[in-house]
């Protein structure tokens, strides 16, 4: 039986496992640090700033021309005069004239101006900004002022009574004066009402 000195002595420890040497950053010189940061700091600008900011040599200047002449293109919109389109907007209601205006600075600048004739369907067509795109209309028909009771139940008048075609629509006349004000070279208009249920101008 081995000793009692022998049983209580502790087991001897392993020395400690080497630690790995620790790897030495690269040197970077202070100019080369300075230079990599404002080089990123400038890529970053030019991701976040618009366009419009960027424009040192001109650049924007010729790249949203191209761009717009792309867009047109990309639109395939015959090649006429204005005086041409101006003659076919005039068989379109005055809401889809104004819907044309929209297609680029072309209809709005140089179409628009040119058309002589158009004829207003609704009261939300009596808006002073758009009418002035047609600042040399002569020829205007405006056919919401008055407003057709041709499908109104006659059960809501008395058997004497007879019920009335068409009823003056105040609101309307409210907004006429100031629309015709936008038009110096007009020569002629017709101020009306035309049902699309009866098709009978009034």
């Known amino acids: 039986?081995?000793?009692?000195?022998a049983r209580r002595r502790k087991p001897t420890a392993l020395p400690p496992a080497a630690a790995p040497p620790l790897l030495a950053a690269p040197r970077v010189a202070a100019g080369q640090l300075k230079m990599a940061t404002v080089s990123a700091r400038s890529e970053e600008k030019c991701r976040i700033l618009p366009e419009a900011k960027r424009s040192d040599d001109g650049w924007d200047d010729a790249g949203r021309k191209r761009r717009r002449v792309e867009l047109a293109q990309d639109k395939d919109v015959p090649d006429l005069p204005a005086?041409?389109?101006?003659?076919?907007?005039?068989y379109l209601p005055y809401s889809d004239a104004v819907r044309c205006c929209a297609v680029n600075n072309f209809f709005l600048g140089e179409v628009a101006p040119n058309v002589g004739e158009l004829s207003m369907l609704r009261k939300e067509d009596l808006n002073v900004e758009t009418a002035r795109r047609?600042?040399?209309?002569?020829?205007?028909?405006?056919?919401?002022?008055?407003?057709?009771?041709?499908?109104?139940?006659?059960?809501?008048?008395?058997?004497?009574?007879?019920?009335?075609?068409?009823?003056?629509?105040?609101?309307?006349?409210?907004?006429?004066?100031?629309?015709?004000?936008?038009?110096?070279?007009?020569?002629?208009?017709?101020?009306g009402g035309h049902c699309l249920k009866c098709d009978s101008r009034f």
Do not use: G
């Not at 005086?83 to 005039?90: H, P, Q, V, Y």
């Not at 919401?144 to 007879?162: F, I, R, S, W």
């Open 134 to 191: 047609f600042k040399n209309l002569k020829d205007l028909h405006v056919l919401n002022l008055l407003e057709c009771h041709c499908q109104k139940a006659t059960d809501e008048y008395n058997e004497d009574e007879a019920p009335p075609k068409q009823s003056f629509r105040t609101e309307v006349a409210y907004q006429l004066v100031p629309v015709l004000s936008c038009f110096p070279s007009l020569e002629y208009a017709f101020v």
């Open 1 to 5: 039986r081995p000793p009692a000195a």
């Open 83 to 90: 005086d041409i389109w101006a003659l076919a907007m005039e």
